[in-house]
């Protein structure tokens, strides 16, 4: 009688030879949408990248989102190792992602049918987003596999900085502080964030771990600026500022349009260009849906001849994008990570940012970037103004920006979270993080 490897989660004390395969949980967005449009944005890179370089080291990861089209297949495999799972819940239609939470109980009971059709078992989950972790939680009404939950955002976060028209649901509110307790670890993208998890929401300290996402430093790398402008139809001779993002309240834009009519006034010579890629256009290459709204913003400003709005862009040209720029603006009002600015850094590209969140970690303050009170056109005009007019500094700016970047290239950040969810699969809940925690304390 022959007996086969077991080839379920770990148990604590009977733990398997290694981790095998891990889930993450994407409710509401899919990695593979189309970046800069609604609710595409740094999560959806983050997870889709983070999937592909674990499965380099051998990891196997399925990630699960709500199905948005009827005709979408059920698993893509979209690199090795890696599935990408649709799961029916709800109309198979895009959704605001406020009106999701009544399908995260049909989200949840579809992962574990699909799990029994696929015949696989996971060691860990890692849920992405509120919604995402209430799904993780239901799950486990199934299986009895622990999970991570990493927010991007919290509904506390983002209305400390909102309007109140932009505030998020108390659906939320109750949601995410029923979670820390839920979770078995929570990830934190930077200190701030571990922080106001702890102090704000009372988390227990030994459940959070301080991972940041990671840059592919292969792909965003310094180009060319003069063959980037020609690829692009950009004049060679005008400073560009380049904004990258989703339209959202958080984003900050207001205070980028405002800042761009002081640098009409401040600037010798030609007033910089704001090359702003996000958002949608029509056929005709106007902008529609919420981009249009920002276009009204630059029209009753004055500076419509100062904008060039080119929609979101697939990842792999951004690159070209960033190399063609002088200066990279990310007026956020809040960013957990600010990935942008690190694809920027990478690009050798200098950033000027609000000073919030984890752009206070990720850029070196004076080395390869400058940074800003959030929601202050005239601070961001001058510091703009510094770096476009000031060659020698925005030269070693380009020049630091590179190696200030490599930080966060994906192989200690892939080391780090191997080793929570390693961990976590064994049934360690006590000091989860151990001895691991390398980037809390870099910071």
């Known amino acids: 009688m022959s007996l086969s490897l077991y080839a379920g989660p770990s148990v604590f004390g009977y733990e398997t030879d290694g ?119 239901l799950v486990r009404r199934y299986w009895d596999t622990p999970f991570l939950q990493m927010f991007h955002t919290t509904a506390h976060m983002k209305n400390a900085v909102n309007g109140f028209a932009d ?133 009753a400003a004055g500076v419509a001849d100062r904008f060039r709005f080119v929609g979101s862009q697939p990842q792999n040209l951004l690159p070209r994008f960033y190399s063609a720029a002088d200066v990279v603006a990310v007026p956020s009002r809040y960013e957990s990570f600010g990935l942008v600015a690190v694809e920027a850094m990478a690009c050798g590209t200098p950033v000027v940012a609000s000073r919030v969140g984890g752009l206070r970690y990720t850029i070196e303050e004076g080395i390869s970037g400058l940074l800003v009170p959030h929601g202050d056109p005239a601070a961001l005009a001058s510091a703009l103004h510094t770096v476009l007019t000031d060659d020698p500094l925005r030269r070693t700016m380009a020049d630091n920006a590179r190696r200030s970047a490599e930080r966060f290239a994906w192989p200690s950040v892939v080391a780090s979270m191997r080793h929570v969810y390693r961990r976590l699969a064994a049934g360690h809940r006590a000091r989860l993080c151990h001895d691991e925690e390398i980037f809390l304390q870099q910071a």
């Open 167 to 299: 505030h998020e649901t108390g659906l939320r509110l109750r949601t995410e502080r029923r979670l820390l307790d839920l979770a078995d670890g929570i990830i934190a993208a930077n200190p701030d964030e571990r922080a106001d998890l702890i102090w704000r929401l009372g988390t227990p300290t030994d459940k959070i771990c301080t991972v940041p996402p990671g840059v592919d430093i292969d792909l965003f790398q310094p180009q060319d600026r003069d063959e980037c402008r020609a690829a692009l139809g950009l004049p060679t001779d005008q400073s560009i500022v380049l904004f990258v993002g989703r339209v959202d309240p958080i984003k900050g834009i207001e205070t980028l349009v405002e800042a761009s009519r002081l640098l009409d006034q401040d600037a010798a010579g030609a007033p910089p260009l704001v090359l702003f890629v996000g958002g949608d256009l029509d056929a005709s290459g106007e902008p529609i849906g919420p981009l249009a709204s920002v276009r009204d913003q630059v029209q």
């Open 19 to 137: 981790l095998r395969r891990v889930a993450q949980v994407s409710v509401h967005t899919s990695p593979l949408a189309t970046l800069g449009g609604k609710d595409a944005g740094g999560m959806n890179v983050y997870v889709r990248d983070l999937a592909c370089q674990l499965a380099q080291t051998g990891l196997a990861v399925d990630i699960f989102t709500r199905r948005t089209s009827p005709d979408a297949l059920e698993a893509i495999e979209f690199c090795p190792g890696v599935r990408l799972v649709n799961i029916t819940a709800g109309p198979p239609e895009p959704l605001d992602k406020n009106a999701i939470f009544p399908f995260l109980p049909d989200f949840a009971s579809e992962m574990v049918l699909y799990s029994l059709r696929a015949g696989v078992r996971y060691d860990a989950i890692h849920a992405h987003y509120w919604l995402s972790g209430w799904a993780a939680h």
